[in-house]
């Protein structure tokens, strides 16, 4: 969440930022400045009658030592009346802070200057692309390739929990974990530690990383124990890192992990909903970065030149954008996503999403680090990237590289998977 520092010191560039992600923040804003101000006028006045209240008790005893009985009980009864006075303050000072924190985490997080105005995908910007779409005739698309060579069953995950569940199979179910191994893999090498993080968190990892309040609905919750199914792993993994103080010479910290996803994806129909394109449930992984505010965006040209050396290696097509503020997530300052090219549906699909948050997540996770030889605290910056999420991956894989007999495997996959047709 954004600073109340940086509400009050630059109100109106932080309601004119805000309109870039579609977003008219001047009445909250002039609230949060309003409340911060009776806060600040409330603890000052609270801060003097406790100072108040700490002379009178330390001259009771000098006053009844000195024979003044008559005004040592007045004393008394002067600092029992300043007591009640900052009691109630201290209630309405709670009062005010929990206002306060219900309106400030209702801002996103201020867009980058270099993002883009927009109200859709469609404003988003090509920054750059690779490769070579394929020359098809006559394609399938991944689902009927999936059916044909028995290698995802969609109706079986139906029956067994619901569309948008589906059960991967024999070489469909072998291809799925070489990929999974060869992303970690390539992590690993890019100076990632791995981690194997949770699957379901509490509230305050939901929080931290701005999930809650603002997509509650997107994800499931375990009612009975009040924790969430993970949407990414990328909650879980943040959250190592919530009430941390990092040295500043640990920075950056990376990490990587790979987990099922979870989303509800409510009010998700239609064609682009097909086969892989949009699941309950999914595969992915996750890279993340905890980054010194001076070299978070260098970090991110990092995150994302090693993305574009996965789906390179990988051998599809694909395309940088950089995301408008219509389309990036509360949270995000700056987002880059990846889409690879989808032969047999001819289209652009996203299958990986490099964002930095700077300090919007760390300030929720109280996440700092201190200079070395300071004693002075600063929140650090957030990064994170899907590198990558499988469904979409493997689906413009069996698309784009499928002929008469069967389906080739990409040739980095075959050391992972132990075959290199699928026929």
């Avoid at 870039?20 to 923040?25: E, I, L, M, P």
């Avoid at 024999?170 to 690993?188: K, M, N």
């Amino acid at each position: 969440m954004l600073t109340l520092k940086q509400i009050q010191d630059n109100k109106q560039e932080v309601i004119d930022r805000l309109k870039v992600k579609n977003f008219d923040a001047a009445n909250i804003v002039d609230q949060i400045i309003a409340l911060d101000n009776q806060r600040k006028s409330t603890q000052t006045e609270a801060d003097n009658l406790q100072a108040e209240m700490n002379r009178l008790s330390k001259s009771i005893g000098q006053l009844f030592k000195e024979g003044k009985a008559e005004e040592a009980n007045q004393a008394k009864e002067a600092t029992a009346g300043l007591k009640e006075q900052i009691k109630n303050l201290t209630t309405q000072q709670d009062s005010i802070e929990t206002e306060l924190q219900n309106l400030v985490v209702q801002l996103p997080n201020l867009p980058h200057p270099s993002v883009p105005a927009g109200k859709s995908a469609d404003d988003n910007i090509k920054v750059r692309e690779g490769g070579l779409k394929p020359e098809l005739t006559e394609a399938l698309p991944h689902w009927e390739l999936a059916k044909k060579f028995n290698l995802i069953d969609f109706e079986l995950g139906v029956k067994l929990t619901g569309a948008g569940f589906p059960v991967y199979k024999g070489l469909g179910a072998r291809l799925q974990r070489a990929l999974i191994t060869f992303f970690l893999d390539e992590a690993i090498k890019a100076g990632y530690e791995e981690v194997m993080p949770p699957l379901m968190v509490n509230e305050d990892s939901g929080f931290g990383t701005g999930q809650l309040p603002d997509k509650e609905g997107q994800m499931y919750h375990a009612t009975a124990d009040n924790l969430y199914l993970i949407p990414t792993a990328e909650v879980p993994v943040t959250n190592i890192y919530r009430d941390v103080i990092l040295d500043g010479n640990q920075m950056p910290v990376r990490n990587c992990a790979y987990s099922a996803c979870f989303r509800r994806e409510a009010g998700s129909y239609g064609k682009d909903v097909r086969g892989l394109n949009r699941l309950h449930q999914f595969d992915k992984v996750e890279i993340v970065q905890v980054a010194h505010p001076d070299k978070s965006y260098e970090v991110l040209d990092d995150m994302v030149n090693h993305v574009q050396g996965l789906v390179e290696k990988l051998g599809l097509p694909w395309r940088i954008m950089r995301l408008c503020g219509g389309d990036m997530s509360f949270a995000s300052a700056l987002t880059y996503d990846f889409e690879v090219y989808s032969g047999a549906q001819e289209r652009w699909l996203e299958v990986s999403s490099v964002s930095n948050f700077e300090t919007f997540q760390s300030n929720r996770l109280k996440l700092r680090f201190r200079e070395e030889g300071e004693k002075k605290t600063q929140l650090a910056h957030t990064l994170n990237g899907s590198a990558l999420a499988l469904p979409r991956i493997l689906a413009a894989i069996l698309e784009n590289n499928q002929f008469e007999g069967g389906i080739k495997v990409p040739d980095v996959l075959v050391p992972y998977c132990g075959f290199d047709v699928i026929a």
